[in-house]
């Protein structure tokens, strides 16, 4: 029979783990975030210039082609990023399920006791 000391220590370890994986979680939710705001501002309308009409519009063709080659990379980035997110999430889901029946089964030995 598991004796309660190596439930604690399965505990703790389990514990460590689900802390390691909220963290991949949370930086992995960050640089996805941090790619949505960046995808966001490109997005955003330009801020007239004081410029000629045929100056104004070469400006604005200009950053429409690489507006354009941007948003393909970050949206790429952001796909590639919530795969990552999901998969650091269903990792997450898992430790804190490990965490949960460890301390389940420590209370079902402490209630035989």
């Known amino acids: ?12 370890l389990s514990q460590l783990v689900l802390d390691q994986r909220l963290l ?3 930086q992995t939710a960050e640089r996805l ?10 997005n955003a309308a330009a801020a007239p210039a004081d410029l000629a009409p045929v100056q104004a519009g070469l400006v604005d063709l200009a950053y429409q082609r ?18 990552s997110w ?6 997450a889901a898992v430790a804190f399920g490990r965490v949960q029946a460890l301390q ?10």
Do not use: V
């Open 1 to 12: 029979m598991t004796s309660r000391k190596d439930l604690q220590s399965l505990a703790t």
């Open 24 to 26: 991949a979680l949370r």
């Open 33 to 42: 975030e941090r790619s949505k705001a960046q995808l966001g501002a490109i």
């Open 66 to 83: 690489w507006a354009d080659i941007r948003r393909a990379e970050l949206n790429l980035a952001i796909a590639q990023q919530t795969i």
């Open 86 to 91: 999901i998969d650091a999430k269903s990792e």
């Open 104 to 113: 389940g089964a420590a209370k079902r030995l402490d209630g035989r006791r």
